[in-house]
C-alpha cells in the first residue's frame, strides 16, 4: 500500500505539483508580500516578479513587457484583477508591501566593442560577403547605450551606394526578437583584408604571368583597383600589360592575354576573293589575339587593310 507521503510526492511531480506548490507557499503566507518594484524580459511579466519571496509560484504571465526605456505601474487592484483573470485558483485580495508596482525592462550597457562586433557580422555576411575579411572602427567614440538584457540583432537600414567603402555613414536598428530597441547612425572606417598578387621585383611588360616574380600578402582591398583575382598564375597564354614596379599589387589591368602575333612581325595574309585565294607578306601593325581583327600593310604595295588572326603566322583577308 502506498503511503500518503509517497503519493504527496507523486502529485508534487506532476503536472498538478506547480498547484500543489502554489496553493502551499499561499498557505504558508498570512498575505502576500507585493515588490515596490519588478524588472522583466520581453517574455513579459510574470507573478513571481511582484511578490516578494516566490520562488515556489507556478510561471503565470499577467501581462506583456513594457516597451525597451519605458515603465509600467500596477496597482494592488490591478494585479489581483490580473491574477483572477490568468490564474483564479490563486486569487486572493491579502496583498501586504508595496501598494503598487513599478514594472522595468532588465538592461545592460551596450558598450563599443560589442556593437562593432555585431555591425561587422551583420555587414560580412550581407555585403562584404567573399571579397575578405571585414574590419571596422568607429570614427567617434560609441557612447555607452542602455539596451535589454536580452539576445538582439542589428538590422541595416541604409548604405552609401557605393556600399561598404574606406569611410562611410551607416544607418541601422537595434532589435530584440520583434521589438525595435533604437535605430542609430555612425560614421565608420573599413578595411576588407584579402591576399592578392603583389610584385617582388620591378616587372616588366610582356613578361609571361607564369615566369613573373610574384607573391601573396595580405593587402586592404578597399584601397586596390580591381586585384587579380586568379589563385594562381599557371596559364600560359598571360603576360604582363604594363610595368609592375616592386611591390605593387598586380590588378586586373596589368594582365592581358598574350598575343599570338606581335607588332611589326611579317606573316602570310591569305586574301580570297570567291573561289580565288592568294599569299602575300604583310606586316601587322598591331599585335593580334586569335580570332582578333588587326590592321596589316602589304610589304610590296604598301597598301593597309585588315585581317582575322588565324594562328602564329596567318592572317585571313576576305575581299
Known amino acids: 500500500m502506498t503511503s500518503l507521503p509517497s503519493l504527496f510526492r507523486f502529485f508534487l511531480a506532476g503536472p498538478l505539483g506547480g498547484l500543489v506548490a502554489a496553493c502551499a507557499f499561499a498557505s504558508d503566507l498570512s498575505a502576500w508580500p507585493l515588490r515596490p518594484s519588478a524588472q522583466v524580459d520581453s517574455g513579459g511579466l510574470f507573478l513571481s516578479a511582484v511578490v516578494e519571496g516566490a520562488a515556489d509560484l507556478p510561471k503565470v504571465r499577467l501581462a506583456p513587457a513594457p516597451a525597451a526605456g519605458q515603465t509600467s505601474t500596477f496597482t494592488r487592484a490591478q494585479i489581483t484583477e490580473l491574477v483572477r483573470e490568468k490564474a483564479p485558483a490563486l486569487a486572493t485580495t491579502n496583498w501586504t508591501g508595496a501598494a503598487q508596482v513599478k514594472v522595468t525592462r532588465r538592461s545592460r550597457t551596450l558598450e563599443e566593442t560589442e556593437l562593432l562586433e555585431l555591425l561587422t557580422a551583420a555587414l560580412q555576411g550581407d555585403h562584404v560577403k567573399e571579397r575578405g575579411e571585414l574590419e571596422l572602427r568607429f570614427t567617434r567614440a560609441w557612447p555607452n547605450t542602455p539596451v535589454p538584457d536580452?539576445?538582439?540583432?542589428?538590422?541595416?537600414?541604409?548604405?552609401?551606394?557605393?556600399?561598404?567603402?574606406?569611410?562611410?555613414?551607416?544607418?541601422?536598428?537595434?532589435?530584440?526578437?520583434?521589438?525595435?530597441?533604437?535605430?542609430?547612425?555612425?560614421?565608420?572606417?573599413?578595411?576588407?583584408?584579402?591576399?592578392?598578387?603583389?610584385?617582388?621585383?620591378?616587372?616588366?611588360?610582356?613578361?609571361?604571368?607564369?615566369?613573373?616574380?610574384?607573391?601573396?600578402?595580405?593587402?586592404?582591398?578597399?584601397?586596390?583597383?580591381?586585384?587579380?583575382?586568379?589563385?594562381?598564375?599557371?596559364?600560359?597564354?598571360?603576360?604582363?600589360?604594363?610595368?609592375?614596379?616592386?611591390?605593387?599589387?598586380?590588378?586586373?589591368?596589368?594582365?592581358?592575354?598574350?598575343?599570338?602575333?606581335?607588332?611589326?612581325?611579317?606573316?602570310?595574309?591569305?586574301?580570297?576573293?570567291?573561289?580565288?585565294?592568294?599569299?602575300?607578306?604583310?606586316?601587322?601593325?598591331?599585335?593580334g589575339l586569335p580570332?582578333?581583327?588587326?590592321?596589316?600593310?602589304n610589304l610590296k604595295s604598301k597598301h593597309e587593310f585588315r585581317g582575322k588572326v588565324q594562328n602564329e603566322e596567318t592572317i585571313l583577308v576576305t575581299l
Do not use: C
Not at 573561289?275 to 601587322?284: D, H, Y
Not at 580570332?291 to 596589316?296: E, H, K
Open 150 to 287: 536580452e539576445p538582439f540583432t542589428v538590422k541595416i537600414l541604409e548604405l552609401p551606394a557605393a556600399g561598404v567603402t574606406p569611410n562611410f555613414i551607416l544607418r541601422f536598428e537595434l532589435r530584440a526578437g520583434s521589438e525595435s530597441v533604437g535605430r542609430f547612425q555612425v560614421p565608420l572606417q573599413a578595411r576588407v583584408h584579402r591576399e592578392v598578387w603583389v610584385a617582388g621585383s620591378n616587372l616588366r611588360r610582356g613578361q609571361l604571368l607564369r615566369d613573373a616574380d610574384l607573391m601573396r600578402e595580405r593587402r586592404d582591398v578597399l584601397t586596390l583597383r580591381d586585384p587579380y583575382p586568379a589563385p594562381t598564375l599557371e596559364n600560359p597564354m598571360l603576360e604582363l600589360a604594363e610595368n609592375v614596379p616592386s611591390g605593387t599589387p598586380l590588378s586586373v589591368r596589368s594582365v592581358r592575354p598574350r598575343p599570338i602575333i606581335l607588332r611589326g612581325r611579317v606573316v602570310d595574309a591569305l586574301v580570297s576573293e570567291g573561289s580565288l585565294v592568294i599569299t602575300v607578306k604583310v606586316e601587322a601593325l598591331e599585335d
Open 291 to 297: 580570332g582578333q581583327t588587326v590592321r596589316v600593310r
